[in-house]
């Protein structure tokens, strides 16, 4: 007998249409996610194991998240240890999630052991790892333990996860209301004012529910004058201004640091061709604060502003502002900052090169007793200083020398411009010596929650 096999022709593809593909363990698992089955979860890992496959470091990763969604913290803190046996070291993405699931879950000794675990390892922490965490904490009563996690969070945690300092403190401050003694709101209120910004919204209100509930305090809304005065208690706030050796120091660091940069030597060379200049103008930020477009009209005027009130100002932009009219707003642009250019008020970086570099090193230059014309916060700089015991000098130079030019088109194809003055006072959260009166920043910039001792109001 004479056995024959016939082969079903393939079916041919659809123009315009691809095969689906199968979904990946990881596709599978982040539906698990969103349908928070985490038995169907567990059932995708396990499957991966019995073909043989080595499940990857991101499939624990979204396991690690399905865990949290259910109640059993022995599931959750197994995964560290299935992650090893798969090959994978720990890192820092399964201990944040184990961390913060187990204090979601309540489980507070687990959390704070996976925490002293991930650190004896060495695995660098972020924001995210300590957030949940204090907030547990504080929400269990816990307040001196939340107290000192919020100071290790700000003295280990990468500047730019600072900004979670604020979610995190504002519930400690909050979990003291209900409690006696002034302790933990003064660590946590320390912390604030080394992170040497106005608070948030959540962190002003926990800070005036603490005052207001506690005897022998005065707490009203206020404003500070030119001078740097409370209107409301008449304290003096912190001077803006670093000790003289203390900028000189940190002047000294700078120019080291800075001067390793491979593009500084032609901006040197050319910023000693200057003489001497007091005004150092972030040309790309003042020029694009309209539609996206570069507006020469707002460089001008913000240097027509200072050379009126007697200054010399230098201007860092990129090449592209002169040569290439397609990124200005109006058709006028180009000449505009050609003319500053030929000039001598304007340096041009390449398109590619890193500007904040220029910008702190032509005040570091000078003397560093500059006018620093930028809308950006400078909290966001990329330029990161490398010796630590000067980050914060650091940041109050930037706060005090930094000044802001705000425009706005009024009318037709008129800009107007607003300078907003450098303050003479620091603008965070202080305790003042003598009266021992707190001051805190809203976020404004303009208004202050004044704290006073009621033995020191008169009358």
Same mark, same amino acid.
């Given at each position: 007998?004479? !056995?024959?096999?016939?082969?079903?022709?393939?079916?041919?593809?659809?123009?315009?249409?691809?095969?689906?593909?199968?979904?990946?363990?990881?596709?599978?698992?982040?539906?698990?996610?969103?349908?928070?089955?985490?038995?169907?979860?567990?059932?995708?890992?396990?499957?991966?194991? %019995? #073909?043989?496959?080595?499940?990857?470091?991101?499939?624990?990763?979204?396991?690690?998240?399905?865990?949290?969604?259910?109640?059993?913290?022995?599931?959750?803190?197994?995964?560290?240890?299935?992650? %090893?046996?798969?090959?994978?070291?720990?890192?820092?993405?399964?201990?944040?999630?184990?961390? !913060?699931?187990?204090?979601?879950?309540?489980?507070?000794?687990?959390?704070?052991?996976?925490?002293?675990?991930?650190?004896?390892?060495?695995?660098?922490?972020?924001?995210?790892? @300590?957030?949940?965490?204090?907030?547990?904490?504080?929400?269990?009563?816990?307040?001196?333990?939340?107290?000192?996690?919020?100071?290790?969070?700000?003295?280990?945690?990468?500047?730019?996860?600072?900004?979670?300092?604020?979610?995190?403190?504002?519930?400690?401050?909050?979990?003291?209301?209900?409690?006696?003694?002034?302790?933990?709101?003064?660590?946590?209120?320390?912390?604030?004012?080394?992170?040497? %910004?106005?608070?948030?919204?959540?962190?002003?209100?926990?800070? %005036?529910?603490?005052?207001? !509930?506690?005897?022998?305090?005065?707490?009203?809304?206020?404003?500070?004058?030119?001078?740097?005065?409370?209107?409301?208690?008449?304290?003096?706030?912190? #001077?803006?201004?670093?000790?003289? $050796?203390?900028?000189?120091?940190?002047?000294?660091?700078?120019?080291?640091?800075?001067?390793?940069?491979?593009?500084?030597?032609?901006?040197?060379?050319?910023?000693?061709?200057?003489?001497?200049?007091?005004?150092?103008?972030?040309?790309?930020?003042?020029?694009?604060?309209?539609?996206?477009?570069?507006?020469?009209?707002?460089?001008?005027?913000?240097?027509?502003?200072?050379?009126?009130?007697?200054?010399?100002?230098?201007?860092?932009?990129?090449?592209?502002?002169?040569?290439?009219?397609?990124?200005?707003?109006?058709?006028?642009?180009?000449?505009?900052?050609?003319?500053?250019?030929?000039?001598?008020?304007?340096?041009?970086?390449?398109?590619? $090169?890193?500007?904040?570099?220029?910008?702190? @090193?032509?005040?570091?230059?000078?003397?560093?007793?500059?006018?620093?014309?930028?809308?950006?916060?400078?909290?966001?700089?990329?330029?990161?200083?490398?010796?630590?015991? @000067?980050?914060?000098?650091?940041?109050?130079?930037?706060?005090?020398?930094?000044?802001?030019?705000?425009?706005?088109?009024?009318?037709?194809?008129?800009?107007?411009?607003?300078?907003?003055?450098?303050?003479? @006072?620091?603008?965070?959260?202080? $305790?003042?010596?003598?009266?021992?009166?707190?001051?805190?920043?809203?976020?404004?910039?303009? !208004?202050?929650?004044?704290?006073?001792?009621?033995?020191?109001?008169?009358?």
């Amino acid at each position: 007998t004479t !056995s024959t096999s016939t082969t079903t022709p393939a079916t041919p593809a659809t123009p315009g249409k691809r095969r689906a593909m199968a979904p990946t363990p990881e596709n599978m698992l982040d539906d698990c996610c969103k349908e928070r089955d985490v038995d169907r979860g567990a059932a995708v890992l396990r499957s991966v194991r %019995e #073909s043989g496959a080595v499940p990857s470091r991101v499939l624990f990763h979204r396991y690690a998240f399905l865990l949290t969604l259910q109640p059993d913290v022995g599931r959750l803190t197994a995964v560290v240890g299935e992650m %090893e046996a798969a090959g994978h070291v720990p890192d820092e993405t399964v201990y944040s999630t184990v961390v !913060s699931g187990c204090a979601t879950l309540g489980d507070l000794p687990a959390a704070l052991k996976a925490l002293k675990e991930m650190k004896d390892r060495g695995i660098a922490t972020r924001g995210r790892t @300590y957030t949940r965490l204090i907030k547990a904490l504080a929400a269990h009563g816990q307040l001196d333990q939340a107290a000192e996690l919020l100071e290790e969070m700000f003295l280990i945690v990468p500047l730019t996860d600072r900004l979670q300092l604020h979610d995190a403190a504002a519930s400690v401050l909050a979990g003291c209301a209900s409690q006696p003694g002034d302790s933990v709101p003064r660590r946590v209120l320390h912390v604030l004012r080394q992170h040497g %910004e106005p608070v948030s919204k959540d962190v002003l209100r926990a800070a %005036e529910d603490w005052f207001t !509930s506690q005897s022998g305090w005065d707490v009203t809304s206020s404003t500070v004058t030119v001078q740097g005065y409370c209107r409301a208690c008449g304290s003096k706030l912190d #001077s803006i201004e670093l000790l003289p $050796e203390r900028q000189a120091a940190l002047a000294r660091v700078l120019s080291e640091q800075l001067s390793k940069s491979p593009f500084i030597a032609d901006f040197d060379r050319w910023l000693t061709s200057q003489g001497k200049y007091t005004v150092v103008v972030d040309g790309l930020n003042v020029g694009y604060f309209a539609k996206k477009m570069f507006d020469a009209r707002a460089v001008r005027d913000v240097v027509a502003h200072f050379e009126n009130q007697g200054h010399r100002v230098i201007v860092l932009a990129r090449k592209h502002v002169v040569h290439n009219a397609k990124n200005h707003l109006i058709p006028d642009g180009t000449r505009i900052m050609r003319s500053m250019f030929r000039d001598g008020k304007v340096y041009l970086t390449d398109n590619d $090169e890193e500007d904040d570099i220029f910008f702190l @090193y032509a005040a570091v230059k000078n003397g560093m007793n500059v006018h620093l014309v930028t809308n950006d916060e400078l909290r966001d700089h990329r330029f990161r200083l490398s010796a630590s015991e @000067y980050v914060q000098d650091f940041q109050k130079w930037q706060r005090g020398h930094h000044v802001r030019a705000l425009h706005q088109v009024v009318g037709r194809g008129t800009v107007k411009l607003t300078v907003q003055p450098r303050r003479v @006072y620091d603008s965070i959260v202080q $305790e003042d010596r003598d009266t021992h009166a707190w001051h805190i920043p809203f976020a404004d910039g303009h !208004s202050w929650l004044c704290c006073l001792p009621t033995s020191n109001v008169a009358g």
